[in-house]
């Protein structure tokens, strides 16, 4: 009959496990080797010369500026002063030319030159208008009084020799040279311009003094007054011009 088995009791197996204590695997497992770093955690700064260049600024254009204002006594590229003449300013040598009715070249200088004392020009807008009818033909029935005095007669406009010189014929205007200006050059040194292109309805008196030319008188006038006006700067008697009728 065999022996009936032994039942360890739970103080015995206890017991045993204290004796034979659990090995930490941790103390036994030799350590895993550290693996190399394949990659990078963080990019490495690049030095400053070598960072992308920032995108350029764009080029803010230059602040517009109001154009200075024509100066009084400027003096162009060829050398010419570009003053604007007033009254008892001497007559300039280096006016701008201009041509008559017929198409001849000439300058104030050179009229003044072969006049006996000075002459006188009327301004006016538009050959073959009815107020530059009326002041031309004012002057036309004037002029003898003018030439006795020593003074020459002259129109001037910014219209062509043709539109002159048939503004002439038409009107009779025999003794009496029409100047042409029409880049309005003489216009601006004269102050007798109106902007941009045309004429301000005018008279200038220009007067021998000595060798010199002077401006006597320079003034806007009617029509109606043109005539009395010119009279009157160089001393006429006639103190007021006929009634005229346009042919």
């Known amino acids: 009959m065999s022996a009936p088995p032994v039942v360890l009791r739970r103080s015995t197996r206890n017991a045993a496990k204290r004796e034979s204590p659990a090995v930490d695997p941790k103390e036994t497992a030799a350590p895993a080797p550290k693996k190399k770093r394949t990659t990078t955690t963080a990019i490495e700064k690049k030095p400053a010369a070598e960072k992308k260049a920032a995108a350029p600024k764009k080029a803010t254009a230059p602040k517009k500026t109001a154009a200075a204002p024509a100066v009084v006594g400027a003096t162009s590229s ?52 009815p107020g530059c009818t009326t002041q031309a033909c004012a002057f036309r029935d004037s002029t003898a009084s003018f030439n006795d005095a020593g003074y020459a007669i002259y129109g001037l406009s910014g219209d062509s020799p043709s539109a002159n010189e048939k503004f002439k014929t038409k009107q009779n205007l025999a003794d009496i040279t029409l100047l042409c200006d029409p880049k309005y050059e003489l216009h601006a040194r004269l102050n007798v311009k109106k902007e941009p292109k045309g004429t301000v309805r005018s008279i200038v008196v220009i007067s021998k003094s000595d060798d010199k030319a002077v401006i006597l008188k320079k003034s806007p006038a009617s029509p109606a007054q043109s005539v009395e006006m010119a ?17």
């Open 78 to 129: 060829d050398g010419a002063t570009s003053s604007v003449l007033k009254e008892g300013d001497e007559l300039p040598e280096d006016l701008p030319e201009i041509q008559t009715h017929a198409g001849e070249t000439t300058t104030l200088s050179a009229l003044v030159k072969a006049a006996e004392k000075g002459i006188v020009i009327f301004a006016y807008p538009k050959a073959s208008t």
């Open 231 to 247: 009279q009157k700067a160089i001393g006429i008697s006639e103190a007021k011009a006929p009634e005229v009728k346009a042919d």
